[in-house]
């Protein structure tokens, strides 16, 4: 294996793949593309990248392959087909999952034949192999070394662990944090929308700079026992909520977009009667 040229197979051309491919093309790695609906990969195709007519042709062209498909069942669907081609294969899965589909999926792979590698990418199509896009990986260190070079142009591989879970786990940790501040922003829009606000002049101005002041803060407090400091008032802050929560069901905010304040809410009451 020559692993500055690594040759990579990219089954799963939604989004994600597309993305990856293009990225793996741009970093000068021979490419090879397979998706069920076979017209995504024509664009890559134009750029360079080979087609393979069928998974285990796909498999077979790559020194390392990394999947990248909506679900689990959907990385089983493809490739329990192809089971043949698997020997000698490494593989690795950027797909969503949970920490317990990705151990089983580590258990069929390598029982297979394959090597495995489970990974959680931690960036959004436009900014897959762009400064501050990064990878967790999971499994064997010896084969998080040799897929290293198909990964880095994705973004930075970071190795969290041996346990293949780890990877979604920490990827699903982020997500968690990332839907916390979506959900509050989709609130907090959505609360000056009622009063005829200019959404756009209050992201840009001042709920960014609330939510850049506001960041360390919340990172330095928040811990696994859900404790708050005193100083951080939990009582008052719970009477804050409160109105939070009565202001956006008086103005017509549907209460779906309030969850992120009911559990904070909680969150301070329970800190509040500790
Ligand atoms: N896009 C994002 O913002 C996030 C960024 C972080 C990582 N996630 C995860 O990446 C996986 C793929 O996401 P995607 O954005 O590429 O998703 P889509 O554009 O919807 O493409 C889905 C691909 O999956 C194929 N597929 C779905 N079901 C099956 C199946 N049963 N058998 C075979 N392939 C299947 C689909 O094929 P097709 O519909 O084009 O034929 C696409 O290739 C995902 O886990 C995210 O959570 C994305």
């Given amino acids: 294996m020559n692993n500055d040229k690594l040759h990579v197979t990219v089954i799963g051309l939604g989004a994600m793949g597309r993305a990856m491919a293009e990225a793996l093309l741009n970093a000068g790695h021979p490419v090879t593309v397979w998706n069920r609906s076979a017209t995504k990969a024509d664009a890559l195709v134009e750029r360079g990248a080979r087609r393979a007519g069928e998974v285990a042709e796909a498999l077979g062209a790559g020194d390392v392959t990394i999947v990248c498909v909506l679900d689990y069942p959907a990385v089983r669907a493809l490739l329990e087909p192809a089971a043949g081609a698997l020997e000698g294969r490494t593989i690795v899965n950027l797909t969503n999952g949970s920490p317990d589909e990705a151990r089983a999926m580590e258990q069929w792979i390598t029982s297979q034949g394959a090597a495995y590698l489970d990974g959680g990418i931690m960036a959004i199509p436009p900014t897959v192999g762009t400064p501050g896009a990064f990878v967790f990986v999971s499994g064997e260190e010896d084969v998080a070394r040799r897929a290293g070079p198909a990964i880095a142009p994705l973004g930075e591989p970071i190795e969290v662990g041996r346990d293949a879970g780890l990877a979604s786990l920490y ?60 100083e951080f008032n939990p009582a008052m802050q719970a009477v804050g909520l409160e109105n939070l929560l009565a202001t956006g069901r008086a103005q017509g905010v549907d209460d779906e977009l309030a969850g992120h304040l009911r559990a904070s809410l909680a969150l301070m009451r329970r800190a509040a009667a500790a």
């Fill in 171 to 230: 990827d699903i940790a982020l997500l968690s944090g990332m839907f916390g501040i979506s959900a509050g922003v989709h609130h907090a829009v959505a609360l000056v929308a009622s009063v005829g606000g200019d959404v756009e002049r209050f992201k840009s101005t001042v709920l960014r700079a609330w939510l850049d002041q506001m960041l360390p803060f919340t990172l330095a407090v928040a811990n696994p026992e859900g404790t708050v400091p005193d």
